[in-house]
C-alpha cells in the first residue's frame, strides 16, 4: 500500500480549510485517511499552518510520498529537514544533539521571518488606515470650505436681490405718480 501525505479540504465555499493527512494513494481526496498530521488554514495572511513535525517525519521516515502542496507545507514548517537531519543521524554523519540543535536554529529563524512579515503587514495596515484618514480630513475640509463659500455666495445673491427689491420698491412710487399724471 502506497501512502501518500496530502491535503483534504474542508471550511466552506470559498473559504477553504485543509487538514493535512497521510491516506492510502487509491483513497477519495476528502475519504478515508490514516493519520491527521495537521491542519493549514490559506484564508489568514500569513497563511496559519500547524503541523506536528514529528508525526510527519515518522510517515516520511516510513516511506509516505508528499503531494506538491503538502510538501511546500512540509518543507515551510522544517518536517523534510528533520527528516533529512534523521537520516544523518542514522548514517552517522552527526550525532542527534547536533541534528536538534541545528532544527532549533532554523525554526527560530524561521519565526523571525514570519514575526517580520506579521508586523510589516500590520504596520502597512496601519499606514494604510492613516493615509485614508488624513485623505477624509483633507476631503471634509475641502467640502466644508466649498459649503463656506456657498453660503457667502447665497448671502451676496440675497443681498443684490434685497438691493434690486428696495430700488424697485423706490422706483415703483414715482411709476405710479407718473401714471397718475398721465391718466388725469
Do not use: C
Not at 554523519?93 to 503587514?121: H, I, M, R
Not at 466649498?146 to 457667502?152: D, L, P, S
Amino acid at each position: 500500500m502506497s501512502v501518500k501525505i496530502r491535503l483534504q479540504r474542508h471550511g466552506k465555499k470559498g473559504k477553504p480549510f485543509y487538514w493535512v493527512v497521510a491516506a492510502d494513494a487509491r483513497s477519495k481526496r476528502d475519504g478515508k485517511f490514516l493519520e491527521k498530521i495537521g491542519t493549514y488554514n490559506p484564508n489568514t495572511n500569513p497563511a496559519t499552518i500547524d503541523l506536528n513535525i514529528e508525526k510527519a517525519a515518522q510517515w516520511l521516515h516510513n516511506g509516505a510520498q508528499p503531494t506538491d502542496t503538502a510538501r511546500a507545507i512540509l518543507s515551510y514548517t522544517g518536517a523534510l529537514l528533520k527528516h533529512h537531519l534523521d537520516g544523518g543521524v542514522r548514517k552517522g554523519a552527526l550525532t542527534q544533539e547536533q541534528a536538534d540543535a541545528k532544527l532549533a536554529t532554523w525554526l527560530e529563524e524561521k519565526a523571525g521571518k514570519v514575526e517580520a512579515k506579521k508586523s510589516g503587514l500590520s504596520k502597512a495596515e496601519a499606514d494604510a488606515k492613516a493615509k485614508a484618514l488624513k485623505a477624509e480630513q483633507e476631503a471634509n475640509a475641502k467640502r466644508i470650505a466649498a459649503q463656506a463659500e456657498a453660503a457667502k455666495a447665497a448671502e451676496a445673491t440675497e443681498e443684490v436681490a434685497e438691493e434690486v427689491v428696495e430700488a424697485a420698491a423706490e422706483e415703483a412710487p414715482a411709476v405710479e405718480e407718473n401714471n397718475e399724471e398721465t391718466q388725469a
